[in-house]
């Protein structure tokens, strides 16, 4: 494996480099579905480049479905594997109010359960996702990127590939601040595409030198000022 060294003051710990699945459109499998357009495919015409995921009391409700080829993936053991969305604009969506301090949402992502495809899918026709989530983060701003943990997901699916169905990213439960707030997110026909990262977590014993040589380097300093 090739390594990459974390610095701090003079001492270095070599650690893996990441490993980034970040498909280009032709060949990703993401999209949304709407419950108010409920047999309507939303993967092209103006909505291509967007992801949402959104809870009212409405009938209006979005899901977001996502789905990584693993076929050239391992996840060792010291590994982690996150799902990294990037946050836009609801309110330049259309789809109702952005996430803030004041008005977050909590999203979730769940095990999707059956085969599907971004050209067809629609809120009539999506798959059915395990009802417990295997991640969860809070959403209270645009324009940044948020990661969810799905390393056992990831580690089931490397063991059985057949299984791998993708994720459906849902959110918990309807917040209104003027309007109901959603999360949406960049597809991967936008700027900032969705990706699943492998990445290596330092070993305790890696983590303590780092921070050993870290209080070291400042006690130093505060004699030399001294």
């Known amino acids: 494996m090739v390594v990459a060294e974390v610095c701090s003051g003079f001492a270095c710990v070599a650690l893996g480099d990441p490993v980034v699945i970040q498909p280009d459109e032709p060949l990703s499998n993401d999209t949304f579905v709407y419950q108010f357009l409920s047999n309507m495919?939303?993967?092209?015409?103006?909505?291509?480049?967007?992801?949402?995921?959104?809870?009212?009391?409405?009938?209006?409700?979005?899901?977001?479905?996502?789905?990584?080829?693993?076929?050239?993936?391992?996840?060792?053991?010291?590994?982690?594997?996150?799902?990294?969305?990037?946050?836009?604009?609801?309110?330049?969506?259309g789809f109702g109010v952005n996430p803030?301090?004041?008005?977050?949402?909590?999203?979730?992502?769940?095990?999707?359960?059956?085969?599907?495809?971004?050209?067809?899918?629609?809120?009539?026709?999506q798959p059915a996702f395990e009802a417990a989530p295997i991640a969860s983060r809070t959403v209270d701003g645009i324009d940044r990127w948020v990661s969810f943990d799905v390393t056992p997901l990831v580690q089931s699916w490397l063991a059985n590939p057949g299984t791998n169905f993708g994720f459906a990213v849902v959110q918990e439960a309807v917040v209104t601040n003027g309007g109901p707030v959603v999360a949406v997110y960049d597809s991967s026909a936008a700027a900032n595409k969705p990706f699943l990262e492998i990445a290596p977590v330092p070993e305790?014993?890696?983590?303590?030198?780092?921070?050993?040589?870290?209080?070291?380097?400042?006690?130093?300093?505060?004699?030399?000022a001294e």
């Open 204 to 224: 305790p014993s890696a983590v303590l030198t780092l921070a050993g040589a870290t209080a070291t380097m400042m006690l130093r300093r505060k004699r030399a």
């Open 41 to 93: 495919n939303f993967n092209g015409g103006g909505f291509g480049a967007l992801l949402a995921s959104g809870r009212t009391s409405s009938g209006h409700d979005l899901r977001t479905l996502l789905r990584f080829d693993l076929a050239a993936v391992t996840l060792d053991p010291g590994e982690i594997a996150t799902l990294n969305l990037h946050v836009g604009s609801t309110a330049a969506a």
């Open 100 to 125: 803030s301090p004041a008005a977050p949402v909590v999203t979730d992502v769940h095990r999707v359960g059956a085969a599907w495809d971004e050209s067809t899918a629609t809120w009539a026709n």
